[in-house]
């Protein structure tokens, strides 16, 4: 074992620092998001979790890593992607912890560095959305669709022609794309929000303290 | 009475069906839905997940134009009920927040102060109107139907808003009160899965599947929905479930407005029906019979 491997409990390593000190910006935006310190560890969230059996990392156990400090850890694990927005740990949890959303801030941090979403291109399909949306104004699932399966593998959309042609012979599949009226409106409406919105990465790199646990969100 | 009413996107190409039956269910009732002009995209989970900022001003957009009109915001899609909820009440709790989000608005020429109650077509069903005075239009009853009734995720989650966040009860309520009989359906708030189906297909299969299992051990005649989202998981994908798991379901799976509908006498084609994958030939049965006439005596 290299000896910079060894971490000493009580600091960080650069990399991490930056990591961790993007991930609390992103919980800012929660209101109540400071609430993860509260954690017991009582595992609700974790046996409330439809897909945890598929996880590698529990709900419980990501918010245990983030307190050891180990946030690239939870940034490279399927558990961030996986989760399907269904909030019943967040409205289970007795701490009144807001899991989804803290799902949502990791979700958030990981997307903005290239190499921690190599591995599951869920951003593909966020992406895909926001380009639609941005277009049109109005989501037109099947080219949503269509544009992730160019993105993420041409041979898989081959699987999904004779749903396609299901629903198209149910008049339920529509290529044509509606723009809304006042779309010029609507874009600008997002460019502003999209400058108000955290900053990608490089753009913040503020000294962090060498602060582990939830004693760094003050 | 009348209602400012947000579709979505799905409930414009994928499922016309919720929409139609939407809109004739309250039209016989006597409530109209006055639909947002020039609405966009509330932004769904997925830009949820991405941006906040731009999402809560995606979804405040039409807040913003919800509050011109000065009614209740009705919207039947589980997922834009919850992010337009949500933006209203991150707006709503934080004035950081609502003025930077109105600096983005102020854009587009549009304005949000945090007046916009959502509210989802059951809520108003029960709650507004009434299952009695439903039970006043009811034309065909829905006896021995055996409906599960799935609410999925988003509609009663995060918040607690019409319903128990554990146990809800609205849609048993209302189809019991008009004739429908009672399924034992522990799966009614088992998540389907959602957009995994995309990302994540067998992790998503397996929670479908279970839900469908349940349905059918239980001898359930549909499934009663009330999320586009849901709707498809649960319909579409059911040839993949048999084949990967050795199944043989072809369970119908109904928005609640259809089935509704039907009991208080519309015809399936302006429900929309027609348009699901699966027919459930109960509720085509009980459509075809004749439409009971209520006597004086029977109104309570």
Known sequence: MKSEDIRIPGTLSKREAVLREAFLEQTKVIPGGEKIKACIQCATCSGSCPVVYAMDITPRELIALFRAGEIETILNSKTIWLCASCYTCQSRCPAGIKVTDIIYALKRTAMERKDLTKKYPVNKLSQSFIKSIYKAGRLNEARLLTRYFIKTGFWNSFSFIPLGLKMLKKHRLSLKSVKIKNIKGFRKILNMAQKMDIPLEGARLAPVGEVVGYKSIS | ?300
Request: proline fraction near 4%.
């Open chain 2, 1 to 300: 009475m009348k209602y400012s009413y947000y579709p979505g996107c799905s409930l414009h190409s994928a499922h016309k069906g919720y929409d139609q039956s939407c809109k004739a269910v309250f039209k016989l009732l006597d409530y109209e839905l006055e639909e947002l002009e020039d609405w966009n995209c509330c932004g769904a989970t997925i830009y949820m997940s991405i941006k906040e900022i731009t999402a809560l001003a995606s979804a405040s957009a039409n807040l913003a134009l919800a509050e011109k009109l000065n009614k209740d915001l009705v919207t039947p899609c589980s997922s834009c009920y919850t992010i337009l909820n949500k933006a209203h009440r991150y707006l709503k709790n934080d004035n950081e927040l609502m003025k930077k989000v109105n600096l983005c608005l102020k854009e587009g020429g549009l304005q949000y102060n945090g007046n916009v109650r959502v509210r989802h077509p059951l809520d108003v069903l029960i709650n507004d109107i009434g299952v009695e005075i439903i039970k006043l239009y009811l034309k065909k009853p829905l006896d021995g139907l055996r409906i599960a009734n799935y609410y999925g995720c988003q509609l009663i989650r995060p918040e607690r808003a019409f319903d128990d966040k554990e146990n809800p009860l609205s849609m048993e309520n209302l189809f019991e009160s008009i004739g429908a009989e009672e399924v034992y359906f522990p799966y009614k708030l088992k998540c389907c899965g959602g957009m995994l189906m995309t990302t994540f297909e067998e992790a998503a299969l397996k929670l479908t599947a279970e839900i469908l299992q349940s349905a059918y051990e239980n001898n359930a005649d549909c499934i009663s929905t009330t999320c586009p989202l849901c709707q498809m998981n649960l319909e579409a994908y059911q040839n993949k479930i048999n084949k990967a798991f050795g199944t043989s379901f072809n369970i119908p799976i109904l928005f609640f407005t259809q089935i509704l509908g039907i009991a208080l006498g519309l015809p399936g084609e302006e429900l929309g029906i027609e348009k699901n994958f699966y027919e459930c030939k109960k509720l085509k049965v009980i459509e075809n019979s004749k439409p009971f006439v209520q006597s004086a005596q029977g109104v309570i």
